[in-house]
Each structure stands twice: as C-alpha cells, then as structure tokens.
C-alpha cells in the first residue's frame, strides 16, 4: 500500500531559501505568513494529507461514486467524515478574503497546501478545489449581494461549487454551446441544457452546491460573443439564508472513467433550472477566463503532486526491493541480493523524477508568488510584472508539469515491475488519476495555442521579453560565483535556444498560421526547459549559500541540480529542431488520408 | 466504441516492395509463400480481427475473467467461441513445423499476422501465444518423445500452454527461486513451490494446459547455475494420448491488474504436481533464453499493435469531430465547425503516431525476416548474421516499441480530448492494456542492459559492426539518388551519432561498469532511432521507385517519411548527449537520500 509525506523541507527550502517570502512581510497576507507560522500551517497540512486523505485514496479509487435513481451520488466509504476535518480545519479559506470568512494567507501558501492535498488524494482534492474555483468567480464577478449570499459557505466549506462549460458536442470550442437561458423579468433565467464531465457535480459532502454555468441567453449572438455565465445553487437560498427548494438540476448519470473514480464526473441536467447572471450578460466566457489562470495553475499542481507521491512510493520499493548486485559488486553481501536502488538506471527513473519534480515545484511556486503580487504589490510596474508572468506561465506550468507528472508516475510504476500494474500496490492509480490532468480545463495542445497565440505577442511580446531581462539579470549578478557556473551556463543556453525558437515564429508564424500551431507543443516544451533551469539556477544559488552547513539537504539538491543539467536540459535541442521543422510535412496529407 | 481493420496495404508495401520477400523462395516455407498466398492469409487474418476478436475486446475489458472457488477461472462472454474460430481456423500453427501438424509458412508471417491479432485483442492474442512460446520451447529443447507427446496438441490449439518463471520474490533475478523439484527415480520430479504473475495460467480455452515450470533439482547449485526448467501438464497424459488424472498444480487467485483483463494473471500454486525435465538438468535458464528473443518480439509486436489500433481510432475521430475553425480560415464553412484534423496539434500526435507506427513495422518485419532466415538460410555467413542481428534487435525492439506503443496509445487517447478518458470509448483501455508490454518478459531497463552489456560486446562487437557497415552499404548504393538524399543524410546523421554513443561506451563503460548502466536506456533510444532511419530510408526508396504509378499511398509514405526526419529523428540529439554525461550525477546520493 502507498504512503505520502509531504515534502516539507522542500517546499519550506523553496519558500524560504529561494522565494525568500519573508521579503513580502509588507504586503496583506504575507505580514501574518511568518516563517514560524507558515511552518505550523505545512505541518498540520502534512497530517491532514497523510492521516486523514490518503489513506482513503486507494479504497476511494476502488470504490469510486454511487449515483442513485433519484440522482443522488454518494462518495465512497470515508470521504464524508475527511471532508468534515478538512472543512473544520478550515483549509478551503486559508487565502480566502477575511471580509467572508477567509484567512486571508498568501495564495502561494494555499498552493503548498494544495499540493499536499492533490498529492494525498486528488479525487478528493478537487470537491473543494471546484468549490473554490466557483467562489473565486463569484468573488472577482459578483454584485455585493451576491458574494454576500453565496461566498461564506463556500469559503467555510459549507456549500460546493462547480463550473459547467462543456456539452456533449463541444468542449474546446465553447462557441458551439446550446444550453439556453430565459429571462424571467424578476432578474433570474430559466435554464435548460445538458452539461457532460462536471467534475463533483452531485455529491453527498456538502448541502448545497453552487453550480456556475454558461449558457446562451434567448436572443444572443451566436459564437463565444453570446455566451453568459450563470449561478444556479442546487438548492435555492431562501431570505434568511436558509435552503429552500431544489432546483431544477439534476445528475443525469456519472461516467465511468479512466480513474479519479472517487471524484463524481457527472452529466448534469437543466430542465428549467432558475439562475441568476453573474457578471455581464454575453460576457460569460471573459469572466470564466479571468479566474482560468489559478484553475490551470491548480491543474498544473496536480501533475506536480501525482509526481512527487508516486516518486515516493517508487522509491521506498527501490530501497527495500532485493534483487540482483550492483554492477560494481554487491553492495549488501550479507543479503541474498542487493536493494535495487543500486542499479544505475533504476537511480535514472528516480532522478528524472527528482530533477522534475524538485524544479518544478520551484517553478510553480514562484509563479504562484506573482499570483499574489498580481494583487497585492504596491506598486504598478511588480502588479503588472505579475499579471504578465501570470498570464504566460499558466498554459506552460498546466501542460508541462501534467505531462510529466504522467510520465513520471508511469515511471515510479515501472521501479515496482509486475507490480507496478498490479491494482492493490497502488501505483497504477497514480497513473490512471494523472492521465485526466492533460486533457481537462483545456486540453494540452490547447494551452500550447494559448501560449504561442495569445500569450506570447501579447503587448507587443512584453511578458517574455521582461522574463528575458529577468535571466540576464540572474546570470550578470552571479556572474563570478564560479560555483553556480554549469547552471548559470545551462540557463544562458536554453534561453539562447528559446530566443532562437521564439526568433522563428515571428518570422515564420505570421506569413503561415499552421506553423504556429504545429510548432506549439515544442515551444511550450522549450519554454518550460528554460523556466526548469531557471528554477534550478536559483535553487542552486540558495543550496550553494547554505552547503557548508553540513545538512546534507544542500548537498543532494546540487547533486540533483547537476543531474537536471546532465540529463533533462538536454531534450532543448530537440525541441528547437522540432520547432524550427515548421508545419509542411505535419500539414501535408489530405485529412482522408488519415 | 473501437474498431480496428488490418493495415493491409501497409504490411504488403512492407512484405512485398521494401523486403521483397520474393527473393527468398529458394527456401524452407518461403516457397509456398507467393504474394497470393500471403495476400489471401492476410485478408482472412483482418476477418478475424475485425470480426471476431475486436468486437469482445472491449467487453472482455470490463467484464475481467473469474476463479471459481474450485481454482477454475472462465475468460469473459465470447472468449471460448472466438478461440474456437481461432483454433479451427489454424492460426495456432501457420509457421509451425509441418512434421507437428504446423503449415511451416515463414515466422515473417506469422508475426504480421500476431500484430493483427494483438492489435484487436492483445488480452485474447495473449492465450495462444503464450501457448505457442511454450510449444516452441518444447520444440528446440525437448526429447522426440516430449516433442510427439505435447506438441501435436499445442500446435493446433488444443491445448494451451505457459511459462512459469516469476516468484514473489524474484521476478528479474531468478537466481533467487525456490520453487523446487525432487526426482522421484523414474525420470518424473515432485514440483512444489508457488509461481506469480503467470499470464493465461488458468483458463477455460483449451482442455489442457503445459505448464513450463522453472525449478531448483533438489541439492543443485544455488543461483542461475541451479535452475532446471520442467514441463507440467495440467492433466497427465495417458499413453493412449488420451488425458489422465489432474496434476498437482492449481490457481489460486488472480490478479486484479491496471490493464490485460481479459487475460487471467494467475498465483499458481505448484503442490508436488509431476513434472518432467526439458532440456539439460540446472540448464533450464539457458533452454528458457534460446526462446527468449521470440517472446520479446512478441512483445514488441503488442506494442506496435497497440500504436496502430489506437492510432486509427484517434484519426478516425478527428475527422469526425466538429470543434474550432483552421488556423488558415474555415475549412468547411457549411459545417458550424471544422472537423479537428485540420489543427496542426491534433495532426502532430497523429503524425507522430504514423511515423512510428510505419516505421516500427518495416523494422520489426525486416527483424523477424531474420527471424526465419538464422533456421532457414543456406549459407553459414547469413545465419550468423540473421543470429547476430535477431540477438541485437530483440532488446532495442521489446524496449523502445513497448515504451512508444504506451506514449502513442495516450496521444491517441489525446485526441479525444474528455472523451478519451472515458471508459465506454475504449481509448483509454489501450493505455492501459499497452502498459504491461513495457513490464513483462524482462523490463525495459532489463532490455537495456542486456544490449550493452551482452548484445554489444558480444563476439567482438560483430553484431553492430555488421550492421553499420550494412548502412554503409545502402547509403553508397543509392548515393545517386537524389530524391532518396534526405533520407540517407538522416540515417547517416544517426549512425554518426550512434557511432560516438558507442564509442563512448568502449571508453567508459569498462572501466566503470556504472556508466553502462547509466547510459543504457538512452543508447538504446539512440539505437532504435537509428533503426528506424534506416526503416524508413528503405521505406522511401520503394515508394519513390512507385511514385509514379499515381497511387496516393506512396507520396504519403514519402509525407509521413519526410515527418520522420523532421519530427522524430531529432531526438536522437537529446539521447546522445544523455549517453555522454554518464553516472556521476545519477550515483552520487546515498541510498537513504531517495
């Protein structure tokens, strides 16, 4: 059976030794965020993943969610009373508003929770995560009276919350989307329409769930330009706040999936569901997609935390394992063979994991730190620098930290064998689980269009250009520190190939649309390769200052740093081929052909 | 749902205009296999596939397979009828010796046809091949009595058959087994001990089943040296040919798996069951590897198998999809979306997936002509160069194919977008199915190191010498070919770089054999691209000698050919580069640090 220990010596080195969040103590949320205080919240936080979710993971996955004839869904065995502790503890407002009940901590301290939590259990993860995605939409779109209604039971946990967009003929293209809403004259609609994959949408853990919903008011333009966002509660909220009567929503059947069987994935039913418009009418899509950053970024930490508790897992089985000597003789002569964690390339799968996961965690979390600045520097130019850090980073850390968290627990399984692909060791759940990570809240390719078409000429190409300096910047101030060299070398050269990728498409993207899209994925891949090493540059600066501490820590962070440089960074070159290659042999056969 | 129809065109473009397959009739089994033969075997082989054993693929997935309290185990609805179509229809025994009751056609076909059957139904392809390992087993190292007592039987289908290799504590080093055997002075052993992860071990297919058991002769030398491999039937056999009393061996349980479930994954409990020896006593490893290279292509096979079946379902969704519009402009304006093939990023899995899949099916058919030809080939020089090349390629096959059918299979699923995760699409039971190949009959990293540190060193490097200079040879022949040169610049790149990565491991890999282990698995990367250069120059040059013949199959070879060296082969820069940074990083942190 698997384990989790959240890795709180990493995540604390990261906050402290590189982010150096302390620095942040004038700004709201962070001058409460105290070393010692934040420290208390990552360990009580690492109780709560390790005694209370995970051990429901597996059994969750076995038993997955039960819809009744009367649409209603029960969670499997346990999840109710480990929803009850996480909603006692208070974790869903830890960086909520205080005006409605939050704590008002850092976002980048709810992301370190976060992970813990998807890592222990991301079936389970994402009940309250959708609750909050919804509070987030209700919170930056609302009327007064709205957030007023809804957000201090979200934020206590009281009540859930999901996003409805995809139909059964549309997803990507949002466009398309038929479910229609009808003014009732009194300020709500009446809506109706089928919505497919709403993650948690009915479920036994909270008494009422607050669904937002996009749908096209009678009259409106076709296309995205119609499109309005809408809450509809589950039950309706009566004047005193109390639950009135049910709407017309129901669960229509939940699938059957691939894996997160303990998270309900329902089709959902509105037969003339009443609704309220949130934000501006036919403006549902930009109010979805102004809180899609922290939902993708959130996605992204999935991929991050699968990797890290399969690792774990993998690497327990590597140090007990005994089987065959080491190639250099036997290391343990005593036993009738030596633990496989001897064999170079079983050392390979772990260290891949390692270098990714240790770098990427570095990479999220600063990133998630501009999440917080993007609202709560002081001045214009850091809010500004945030918003385009943001917006830049998002498509990549979604894409790349949820492929390679597939990846990487598809390797921790291999480190087990046969055993591996056995159901009751575990870590082939990690895998089945991780796979929904690159297909939701925007598949993969598509966050790679995002990146090249949107994100990157965005204002005249201003986010990657100020990233740029950034580096420059790094790499000018540490210029002498001889030890920091092979990584301040790693850097320059991946930003030198990025350059060089970013040089085509402006070249070559604007005469040839197609060139832009086939070449996406390769550039997202080269981007993120660059922020890795930026990630590790940085960690290895802090390793570096803190070595002769004698805390070994220090000395296995350059180890893995070096490792990152030796046999991840790399792959860069092949990206930039892959990027420089263009779209005529991808494009050239005629569709039939196929 | 799934479907799945023989890639057809494809195999004969292979069979017939890249292979030739003509040239050889001069010998054994050749000779009977002209173009319409062969053609008419591989139309009835798609019947099958598509007919009969695609349509339970799906089915069997869910419904699994079931022990009885009594040990039995029933394979799901359809599997018993659709072995009898199998078995009536002579598949069992298409390139087995006639002197058995085999039809002796080449191995070479009988491999296109095994990737028809795994392709449809790799859990159900599983039972008779298996069974076919084991006969073949029987065939190379057993008596003329054991040969005219088991092989009839098992050549026609009647019987089944396994190998029993795993134990719970030894899976790769088998040195460590405890099963063991005691004489019992008539020529028969007691067998006693428990066997795991014995695929078809149980099964209600056939009415008996030859059990291939590796066991320790009581006081034999302890480690591989002490190994003897036994046959144990199921049920003894009279002298009549008729079956006798129940042996002492039996199921008891099965395993609940991530994939495969269609296929029974036995603990076989061995309880003084009869057995007799094959082979030479505490020789049983050796008799087991002889066999091996044939079990691993096999392998390889269901994971070329796996690529096509989830590439055609993938493409034939795109084309159906309506969602987005061309980057250059609407491509059906009638149509409220255009079908998702016209996005270059939905094409890139696809492509990927194309240049793989063709290229990964001219080099294993091009390896498993070896396959026929180390038996069948009149002179000494071709023999040792069929054995020398099926001993080098069987590692690099098993591996990199295993590994690419699982990273395609999720691609495919890819495409789907939400709907790929769901389990009534099928998509994602291809991933799931396609995971064990990279696990069973040896672990990819197992298939790594047994090419550098066997395969390459073996007689002096003969092997690879041969086939370098084989690659020379081809790209001085057509050195004139002007339309060919992209190819030939692609394969010599890659052998250019294969040649360093080698030579690196004659430098390093002696004086610490670290190194090798280290750098095994991105050799072997670097090898099976170069293979696939190879491929598809070979693959090319056909389709241009035909190009003029009008026929659109060929300028899309030449397309998906021409993706190869733009979109794939690039990667070979990465893998090299890995080679060369060695094991120091990956070595360095103490076992405890993991």
Redesign the interface.
Known sequence: MTAYAAPLKDMQFVLNDVLQISKYSNLPGFSEASEDLVEAILEEGSKLAANVLHPINHSGDKEGCTRHEDGSVTTPKGFKEAYEIYKEGGWQGLSFDPEYGGQGLPYLIGVAVGEMVSAANMAFAMYPGLARGAAEAIYAHGSDEQKQKYLPNMISGEWGGTMNL?EP?????L??LKTKAVPQGDGSYKISGQK??ISAGEHDLTDNIIHLVLARIEGAPEGVKGISLFIVPKFRINEDGSLGERNGVSCGSI?????IHANSTCVMNYDEATGWLLGEENKGLRAMFTMMNEARLGVGMQGLAISEVSYQNG?AY??DR???RA??GPADPEK??D?I???????????DH?AFTEGARAWMYWSALYGDLVHKAEDDETRQKADDYMGLMTPILKAYLTDKG?AHA?NA??VL??H?????WGM?QF??DA??A???EG???IQ??DLVGRKLPKDGGRAIMTFFAEIDEFVKDNEGNEELKPWLDGLSSAKADLTEATQWFMANAMQ???N???S??DYLGLFALTCLAYAWAQMAKAALEKKESGD?FYK?KL??G??FL??IL??K??HL??VK??????????????
């Open positions: 995809t003929h549309c997803g990507t293209d466009g398309l497919i994959f699938e059957e999936k691939m894996g690497a590597a140090k005994l089987q065959g190639l250099t009738p063979a633990p964690i001897v064999h170079p390339d079983v050392r390979r799968m772990l260290m390692r597939y598809t399984q291999q064998g046969g591996g692909y056995i159901q009751e082939e895998v089945r796979r929904i690159m297909i939701y598949a993969n390719g790679a269009l040839n649309p197609n832009a899209g086939a996406s994925m070994a296995n180890i893995t070096k490792y030796d046999r790399p792959e070159t092949a081929a892959k290659s263009g779209s005529e042999a991808m494009m050239a056969l005629d569709a039939e052909a196929f």
